[in-house]
């Protein structure tokens, strides 16, 4: 479940198509449980808005979705301070270079806890899902970040704040280009020599806020606190980020 409310941090990474007997999700499922403190993934919600225990939980995330590929939604249990993730593929036809692709969704509470884990968290489900690349973003940013997407005829218009435009996901030619830039991004090994990061010439400020995953990707902060748009010093650095890296969101081409 994307994120879909202010206290929420929204969490998205994409990733190659699903596969026969794909263990993915219960890699995602188990990585989110060790880098979130005290996290327990062990419920889902009906279609009437009910909590249902999963006494078979690796049973259930097995059996798929019933409309196609994937996983459907698994929970904490804990509807004041809920923590969702779920998955789907997305169509050859709506991806980037026409490649179909599996999405990991999920949702934290933008709160203390929340916040902390949230590198962490983020790390985990990209690479339980081998993801191309990925980020986490506090619900209202998302929100404006996700408008920068245009096109002349399918979706017209002028991006928020000055924000540069980017590309529909089906136009961008690679599926390792990120779509956008968020708080936190995390970019595999071969997103990052896509848009040429790191360049220790140019990127000392956001080196110093990344960490280098176990495969060889990245996870790179933004800024210190959750990326607020209302914050100038924060509109500020993600102006700047798209400025570094003109790659992100199909606007050239590596």
């Not at 690479?127 to 970040?145: D, S």
């Not at 790191?198 to 990707?217: F, I, K, N, V, W």
């Amino acid at each position: 479940m994307p994120a879909t409310q202010e206290s929420d941090i929204g969490i998205v990474v994409y990733a190659p198509a699903f596969v026969s007997a794909d263990s993915r999700p219960l890699a995602v499922v188990h990585g989110m449980e060790r880098a979130f403190p005290g996290l327990r993934l062990e419920w889902t919600i009906s279609r009437e808005g009910t909590l249902v225990r999963l006494p078979q939980r690796e049973a259930w995330l097995a059996q798929g979705r019933p409309t196609g590929r994937g996983f459907r939604l698994i929970c904490n249990g804990d509807e004041s301070y809920r923590v969702t993730v779920s998955g789907w593929e997305s169509p050859a036809g709506t991806s980037p270079g026409g490649q179909a692709q599996f999405e990991v969704h999920a949702a934290l509470p933008l709160g203390a806890t929340g916040i902390a884990a949230a590198v962490e968290v983020l790390e985990a489900i990209a690479e339980g899902a081998r993801a191309f690349w990925g980020h986490a973003t506090p619900f209202n940013a998302g929100v404006e970040i996700s408008q920068q997407t245009r096109h002349p005829v399918r979706k017209p218009g002028v991006p928020p704040r000055g924000l540069p435009p980017l590309k529909l996901s089906e136009d961008i030619p690679s599926p390792e280009i990120p779509h956008c830039l968020g708080w936190l991004s995390y970019w595999s090994a071969a997103a990052a020599r896509a848009i040429g990061f790191p360049d220790p010439a140019r990127d000392a400020e956001l080196l110093s806020r990344s960490r280098r995953t176990a495969t060889g990707g990245w996870v790179v902060r933004l800024t210190d606190a959750p990326l607020d748009l209302d914050n100038p010093a924060h509109l500020d650095a993600l102006k700047r980020a798209y400025e570094r890296f003109p790659e992100i969101g199909g606007r050239s081409t590596p």
